[in-house]
């Protein structure tokens, strides 16, 4: 208490200095209306561009949680069209039906969303690894896209996280089809560039043109029939001869993936019960 009062002497001149000053700005603001109009003025810019900067950096940290959700929403979408496209000529007169195919063509489907913590690109054998896991929900062997496209298969859940094996390795195996023609084919990565991965077994009579969409063909468990995954760049024949090889320049950029989505099928567990039972049978015989 002593030190204040002990101040309060020391700089007591200064300190009634600035009382009156404020007292003056305060009857000049107040009782002057061009001097009141400026300092408003004034004072509304400086709230505004504080306002702004403040706005700015609350929209730069919610891009992350902005940018998973249009992950989301486009895999929602490329499902939905592929179902309502292969559909359409069924159902063009019936304004009903298409409104129910529409509320069911994402009903077998689950989408979880996660985000890549590791990832590479150069190995021949690359994995990705995403910050979900059993924990979550997530299991082997379910599909993992982007909001371009096709991304790989779950391979190993831990808890927490998950390690993905993506297109771009020697073990992944994708069934395609050309979009517009339906042929399909099995997509391969033969190292190398991590833009461009290759369709296999495409058959000597298949018709395709360069720049044709290639999609997931929906005749696995993993993915749905319409996930993207590139454009038909180059051809040649297989080794055998028997048949095409495609070049694919896939839609996904690997060395920029960020966020993901996790597709589970409600009903793929018994599809791959049943094909399991009888390639056991297959092999008795």
């Given at each position: 208490?002593?030190?204040?009062?002990?101040?309060l002497?020391?700089?007591?001149?200064?300190?009634?200095f600035?009382?009156?000053?404020?007292?003056?700005?305060?009857?000049?603001?107040?009782?002057?209306?061009?001097?009141?109009?400026?300092?408003?003025?004034?004072?509304?810019?400086?709230?505004?561009?504080?306002?702004?900067?403040?706005?700015?950096?609350?929209?730069?940290?919610?891009?992350?949680?902005?940018?998973?959700?249009?992950?989301?929403?486009?895999?929602?979408?490329?499902?939905?069209?592929?179902?309502?496209?292969?559909?359409?000529?069924?159902?063009?007169?019936?304004?009903?039906?298409?409104?129910?195919?529409?509320?069911?063509?994402?009903?077998?489907?689950?989408?979880?969303?996660?985000?890549?913590?590791?990832?590479?690109?150069?190995?021949?054998?690359?994995?990705?690894?995403?910050?979900?896991?059993?924990?979550?929900?997530?299991?082997?062997?379910?599909?993992?896209?982007?909001?371009?496209?096709?991304?790989?298969?779950?391979?190993l859940?831990?808890?927490?996280?998950?390690?993905?094996?993506?297109?771009?390795?020697?073990?992944?195996?994708?069934?395609?089809?050309?979009?517009?023609?339906?042929?399909?084919?099995?997509?391969?990565?033969?190292?190398?560039?991590?833009?461009y991965?290759?369709v296999?077994?495409m058959?000597?009579?298949?018709?395709?043109?360069?720049?044709?969409?290639?999609?997931?063909?929906?005749y696995?468990?993993?993915?749905?029939?319409?996930?993207?995954?590139?454009?038909?760049?180059?051809?040649?024949?297989?080794?055998?001869?028997?048949?095409?090889?495609l070049?694919?320049?896939?839609?996904?950029?690997?060395?920029?993936?960020?966020?993901?989505?996790?597709?589970?099928?409600?009903?793929?567990?018994?599809?791959?019960?049943?094909?399991?039972?009888?390639?056991?049978?297959?092999?008795?015989?």
């Open positions: 208490m002593r030190n204040l009062i002990n101040f002497l020391k700089y007591n001149h200064w300190l009634l600035v009382l009156l000053e404020v007292i003056s700005f305060v009857l000049l603001f107040r009782f002057n209306n061009y001097q009141g109009s400026v300092f408003f003025t004034s004072a509304n810019r400086l709230s505004g561009a504080v306002y702004d900067a403040v706005n700015h950096i609350t929209r730069y940290f919610s891009l992350a949680d902005i940018n998973s959700d249009l992950t989301r929403r486009n895999v929602e979408l490329e499902i939905e069209l592929e179902r309502l496209t292969e559909q359409l000529q069924r159902y063009t007169r019936d304004t009903t039906s298409l409104d129910k195919l529409r509320q069911e063509s994402l009903k077998g489907y689950r989408l979880f969303s996660a985000r890549v913590t590791n990832n590479s690109v150069t190995h021949p054998n690359n994995f990705i690894t995403i910050d979900k896991g059993r924990n979550d929900g997530i299991r082997p062997e379910m599909g993992v896209v982007c909001g371009n496209g096709v991304v790989g298969i779950i391979y859940t831990g808890a927490n996280h998950s390690i993905v094996l993506p297109v771009l390795n020697s073990q992944s195996n994708i069934s395609c089809k050309i979009k517009r023609t339906s042929y399909f084919g099995i997509l391969k990565w033969e190292g190398g560039s991590s833009q991965a290759y296999k077994d058959p000597r009579h298949s018709e395709f043109t360069l720049g044709d969409t290639i999609v997931t063909s929906g696995s468990a993993v993915f749905p029939a319409g996930i993207p995954v590139g454009i038909i760049d180059d051809m040649k024949d297989s080794h055998d001869g028997l048949s095409y090889l070049k694919v320049k896939l839609f996904t950029d690997f060395a920029k993936l960020n966020d993901v989505q996790v597709i589970s099928s409600t009903t793929g567990t018994e599809q791959v019960h049943l094909e399991d039972s009888a390639r056991t049978a297959s092999d008795k015989q």
